[in-house]
Each structure stands twice: as structure tokens, then as C-alpha cells.
């Protein structure tokens, strides 16, 4: 069984499933849905759609460059039928799966790099800009957040942040936690200081 790209997004195309078009010159194309097929007989350029495989190409969001991606090129060159050739293609091709799974994980890993700190830096801007808009916790709920910190055996850690007598509490666990990338969970939030 023989799974096609689909001819516009580059999605697998199954057996009898999408639409299929013959030209008249021989070329056959295959769609995984209609959504496919009504773009190309509209002539879309399918680097111009942003969902296409296409334009996240020409984006740097795919793997262009990588020896498993050779292994799905078509070859038209006959092999007798051989039991053993089948299982360890077939093993092949569960191998060559994980192989890419891994490696299209990692290039997405270097491609997010940095973007944790971009987001975080334009967070922390936002904020600065519009911070008449933050809502002054009152008393009571200052009252019930001390209580749940303290309910719950968390460090507090409080830290005069500016004029505004805003101050920054930060809730770490005493253990280290396991997350990805051996990051520690911290809960920060912002507290308005009392005036009474």
C-alpha cells in the first residue's frame, strides 16, 4: 500500500481516500480533500497559503535537509516478491518514523529556542506600559493568599518592586521539581501593598 503526498499540501493522500485528477497529458494528481482540490483548480500557489507543507517550507518551519526524508522518494524500479525483504522493510519503515519523529522534535527545539524570552520580555513590557490597568487586590484576598501560601508549605519571598508600593511574591517548591528542561516551578503574582 502506497501512501502519495497529496499534490498541494504535501499531506498524506491514503488509497481510496481524497479526490484524484487525471490531466490530459497523463500527469495524475492526487488531493487528500477538496479543500486541496478547489485550491489548485482555482490556480492557487500553494507557497503563498500558510498551511501548506509548501510555505513552511520556504518559512524554515520544516526539516528540508535530512537523509529520512529520501527514504519516501518514489522508485519505479521493480523488486521480485521476497518474505524476508517485506518484514525488514517494514521494520525499516517504523525505524525511519521514530528516526524523524526525534528529529523533526529537535529541530522545533532549536527553531523555540529563544522565543521564551522574547515572549516573556514583551510580557513584561506590556505590563510596564499599561500598569494603571492592574487590579489592587484588597485586604481580604491578600489575607486568603498568605493563608493558602501558608497552608500549603511554600517559601515566600517578598521584594519591594518601584514607587507604587507594589510588591512581587514569589512562591518556590523546597524540592526541586523534574520538569522539562530541569526548570524550577515558580507562581508569581502581584500583590498591591496595603495602605491601612
Not at 500598569?131 to 481580604?140: F, H, K, T, V
Not at 512562591?171 to 507562581?187: C, I, M, N, P, S
Request: glycine share 6%; hydrophobic share 35%.
Amino acid at each position: 500500500m502506497r501512501v502519495d503526498p497529496c499534490s498541494f499540501c504535501s499531506r498524506p493522500a491514503w488509497p481510496s481516500k481524497g479526490i484524484m485528477f487525471m490531466r490530459n497529458d497523463g500527469k495524475q494528481f492526487r488531493f487528500c480533500r477538496s479543500k486541496c482540490h478547489r485550491a489548485f483548480k482555482m490556480k492557487r500557489n500553494p507557497r503563498k497559503l500558510k498551511w501548506t507543507k509548501a510555505s513552511r517550507v520556504q518559512a524554515g518551519k520544516e526539516m528540508t535537509v535530512d537523509s529520512t526524508l529520501l527514504f519516501g522518494a518514489r522508485r519505479n524500479v521493480p523488486q521480485r516478491y521476497d518474505r524476508d525483504l517485506v518484514t525488514k522493510t517494514v521494520a525499516a519503515m517504523k525505524r525511519i518514523s521514530e528516526i524523524r519523529a526525534r528529529r523533526e522534535r529537535v529541530f522545533y527545539k532549536r527553531r523555540m529556542a529563544g522565543n521564551r524570552a522574547r515572549e516573556l520580555a514583551q510580557a513584561r513590557k506590556l505590563v510596564a506600559e499599561n500598569e494603571q490597568l492592574l487590579p489592587r487586590l484588597r485586604g481580604s484576598e491578600l489575607r486568603k493568599m498568605r493563608e493558602a501560601a501558608a497552608g500549603v508549605g511554600l517559601e515566600e519571598d517578598v521584594e519591594m518592586e518601584g514607587e507604587e508600593g507594589v510588591r512581587a511574591v514569589e512562591y518556590a517548591d523546597k524540592h526541586e521539581a523534574k520538569v522539562f528542561g530541569k526548570e524550577k516551578q515558580r507562581l508569581k503574582v502581584r500583590i498591591a501593598e496595603d495602605d491601612a
